[in-house]
């Protein structure tokens, strides 16, 4: 028997596979029999489901997927026995495959096997016993005519090997004009391509002249900016209990500040590489295991030595908010040791959850919160450290164990709300929870999720002051 799968939804609708297999996988992982889309569909995980063949038939079970395996709209719990015609779906929002199996029969018998030994026989005598056909004799052909084909057969081999060398000339004479033409052609584009690279050569010369010019102008500007700022400062301590001068002051100073922030960035651009040096240590992902069974990945990071995690609300509780964690555990960045977490809280304004890890020595924290969003603006270039689609990404291991290892990604500020910062970078399942970064190295905002449609190009986050206020709600120690 062979188990036959029709897409009946999804990026794969309309396509039909068939295995004759004991073990079918069903997911978005490369290894899945039945792959789904990686990027699309985004409802089925990574090894989601799998049907083994047993002696009664084909035994659906759901692998611990993140939204659940469906058979005709009723969600599965254990092993199913599926029959043909089932629908299989995954999550209630995902796509759908139609089962079936197809049976594989014998070749039909032979004639003489079908009628039987007794019945062969009868045909046989039938046929020696009846007289035999007369067919009428052709008539004798003249020597010329015979002479005329005796030639032909002689000839053809002829005729033939002559039509192969006609052929092969062709190809030949058609071969050697080609290779002119190509040979032409590539001379002109190699003299067009030097023209380029001549035209390159200057440009970049004439912008090497400007650019030293304009770089020593940032330069001249961004000295000028930490003067002015310097005597700022100097003119904010010796304003006093005058509040009009020194509001005044404070907004110059926030307004000279932003200028030789955004100046340094230009002479200096990021560095991606200190951000998450300095940071990817505090950097964990987080597993966690509901009282129904359902396992649910993400990531969360330290903020402070004592081992306050900062993660989203709905990977704690569910989309819902209803759900109880079992156990929680993090593996923190360069590790393999699995750390218990207790669930602490989660705030009723923003998707921000918070638990803590108990590390005897205490535990690697991130550079910082941004108290507020201020200096946010759209274009700021950020970093994002995490874990999308957990440990199916490539890892190193030691002793049979993934270690951990967070994905760096790069993106800029698309939009910035006063409860909502949009991110133009990637995100994936498994990146809940991330700690988005600015240029200096600070958390800005924690990722929650992101615009379907997007591809996961297009991600939302809770600006990092927000984690800060609930935090202080806690009154946690420090």
């Known amino acids: 028997m062979k188990a036959q799968f029709k897409f009946l939804s999804g990026a794969r609708a309309g396509q039909i596979e068939t295995f004759r297999k004991g073990y079918i996988g069903l997911g978005r992982h490369p290894l899945s029999d039945v792959r789904?889309?990686?990027?699309?569909?985004?409802?089925?995980?990574?090894?989601?489901?799998?049907?083994?063949?047993?002696?009664?038939?084909f035994i659906l079970q759901d692998l611990g997927s993140r939204n659940g395996t469906l058979v005709n709209g009723q969600r599965i719990t254990g092993e199913t026995l599926l029959q043909n015609g089932d629908v299989i779906g995954f999550g209630a929002n995902g796509p759908a495959l139609e089962?079936?199996?197809?049976?594989v029969t014998d070749a039909p018998a032979t004639a003489g096997a079908v009628t039987g030994e007794a019945g062969g026989t009868e045909a046989h005598a039938e046929r020696a016993s009846s007289p035999p056909d007369v067919f009428p004799a052709a008539p004798r052909q003249s020597t010329g005519m015979r002479i005329a084909a005796e030639v032909s057969r002689q000839?053809?081999?002829?005729?033939?090997?002559?039509k192969v060398l006609v052929v092969l000339l062709l190809l030949v004479g058609t071969g050697?004009?080609?290779?002119?033409?190509?040979?032409?052609?590539?001379?002109?584009?190699?003299?067009?391509?030097?023209?380029?690279?001549?035209?390159?050569?200057?440009?970049?010369?004439?912008?090497?002249?400007?650019?030293?010019t304009e770089l020593q102008g940032i330069r001249d500007a961004l000295g000028a900016s930490q003067l002015e700022t310097a005597r700022l400062?100097?003119?904010?301590?010796?304003?006093?209990?005058?509040?009009?001068?020194?509001?005044?002051?404070?907004?110059?100073l926030d307004?000279?500040?932003?200028?030789?922030?955004?100046?340094?960035?230009?002479?200096?651009?990021?560095?991606?590489?200190?951000?998450?040096?300095?940071?990817?240590?505090?950097?964990?992902?987080?597993?966690?295991?509901?009282?129904?069974?359902?396992?649910?990945?993400?990531?969360?990071?330290?903020?402070?030595?004592?081992?306050?995690?900062?993660?989203?609300?709905?990977?704690?509780?569910?989309?819902?908010?209803?759900?109880?964690?079992?156990?929680?555990?993090?593996?923190?960045?360069?590790?393999?040791?699995f750390w218990r977490g207790e669930m602490i809280g989660v705030s009723s304004d923003a998707d921000i959850g918070v638990f803590r890890v108990l590390i005897k020595g205490g535990t690697p924290r991130v550079a910082g919160l941004a108290p507020s969003r201020e200096g946010l603006e759209r274009g700021d270039p950020v970093a994002i450290l995490g874990y999308p689609l957990g440990f199916d990404l490539p890892m190193e291991a030691q002793g049979g164990q993934p270690i951990a290892e967070p994905t760096l990604?790069?993106?800029?500020?698309?939009?910035?709300?006063?409860?909502?910062?949009?991110?133009d970078a990637y995100g994936a399942p498994g990146s809940s929870g991330s700690p988005i970064f600015d240029h200096d190295g600070k958390v800005i905002a924690v990722l929650y999720g992101g615009e379907r449609e997007s591809n996961g190009k297009i991600i939302f986050a809770v600006p990092a002051y927000l984690a800060s206020d609930y935090l202080k709600t806690l009154n946690l120690p420090r």
């Open 155 to 162: 000839t053809a081999q002829l005729r033939r090997t002559t």
């Open 36 to 57: 789904f889309d990686a990027e699309r569909d985004l409802d089925v995980s990574s090894r989601h489901a799998a049907i083994v063949r047993k002696s009664e038939g």
């Open 255 to 337: 307004t000279a500040e932003r200028r030789q922030r955004a100046l340094a960035g230009a002479v200096g651009g990021v560095d991606y590489r200190a951000i998450s040096h300095r940071n990817q240590d505090a950097v964990a992902i987080v597993l966690v295991e509901f009282n129904d069974g359902e396992r649910f990945s993400g990531t969360a990071f330290c903020v402070d030595s004592m081992g306050t995690m900062v993660t989203n609300k709905h990977i704690l509780v569910g989309d819902d908010g209803t759900r109880t964690p079992k156990r929680i555990g993090v593996i923190f960045s360069g590790s393999t040791q």
């Open 176 to 212: 050697f004009t080609w290779m002119q033409w190509d040979t032409g052609r590539r001379a002109r584009e190699l003299t067009r391509l030097q023209a380029r690279a001549d035209s390159l050569m200057v440009e970049a010369r004439d912008m090497s002249a400007r650019y030293r």
């Open 409 to 423: 990604t790069v993106g800029t500020v698309s939009k910035a709300l006063t409860s909502i910062v949009q991110v």
């Open 233 to 252: 400062r100097r003119e904010l301590a010796a304003a006093g209990d005058d509040g009009t001068s020194v509001s005044r002051l404070r907004a110059e």
């Open 99 to 103: 089962f079936q199996v197809i049976n």
